[in-house]
């Protein structure tokens, strides 16, 4: 076969169409590149959704759950007659018996031991609460605010039980004993105020 000479009309046919197909390949590998990175754009924006649906999934549990504890603790109540306040040495302290949780879709009743809360003003109204979020009873730790807000149970503070209310007595004055106050549902109140009424 004989060689093409250089400046040949074939040589250069040759040369010319062979700058044509190495520029089709690399406009093929560019435009593949292009769809590589297509791809992976598309499987990073699959996984950012799939986790963020995920994320959200995970978060929607975990509101019901609060707003399902929030619903049992709402209505449940405590023992009646459980708080007595002394004060002395200008100093308040509720003291707190050991005392049953009752929960409506329960049917036994939750123990709690006994416990106080002391460092509190004379005179003054409490509310007492503690924070159970498992429902297991037992040692709780006792807690006592001058208000209502704050010691019932809510979407912020599910799990917060209200045990009742006492007035603190004066420093040196005779102990007083508190009710069930904030701390009892509606349904509860009702029924005992048509108990009551009969």
């Known amino acids: 076969m004989p060689l093409l000479q250089p400046g040949s009309r ?18 093929a590998v560019t435009i593949v590149s292009g769809a590589v990175d297509a791809v992976e754009t598309a499987v990073e924006t699959a996984q950012g959704a799939a986790s963020d649906a995920m994320d959200a999934a995970a978060e929607a549990k975990s509101q019901v759950g609060l ?20 004060a002395a040495g200008g100093v308040a302290t509720i003291s707190v018996a050991a005392h049953d949780r009752h929960y409506l879709n329960n049917t036994v009743a ?10 509190l003003s004379p005179e003054t109204t409490y509310q007492v609460f503690y924070d159970d979020p498992d429902f297991e009873g037992g040692a709780v730790e006792y807690h006592a605010l001058p208000t209502i807000e704050g010691s019932l149970a809510s979407l ?10 006492v007035t603190t007595p004066a420093s040196g004055g005779t102990p007083s004993t508190g009710s069930g106050g904030a701390g009892l549902p509606y349904w509860k109140r009702q029924y005992e105020e048509n108990v009551s009424t009969e």
């Open 156 to 165: 912020e503070f599910p799990a917060r039980h209200n045990v009742g209310q």
């Open 110 to 119: 939750i123990p709690l031991d006994a416990g106080s809360v002391t460092g």
């Open 10 to 27: 074939s040589a250069k046919w040759q040369a010319r169409n062979a700058r044509v197909q190495v520029a089709g390949v690399e406009e």
């Open 67 to 86: 707003v399902f504890t929030f619903q049992q603790v709402r209505d449940s109540y405590s023992d009646p007659d459980v708080l007595t306040a002394s």
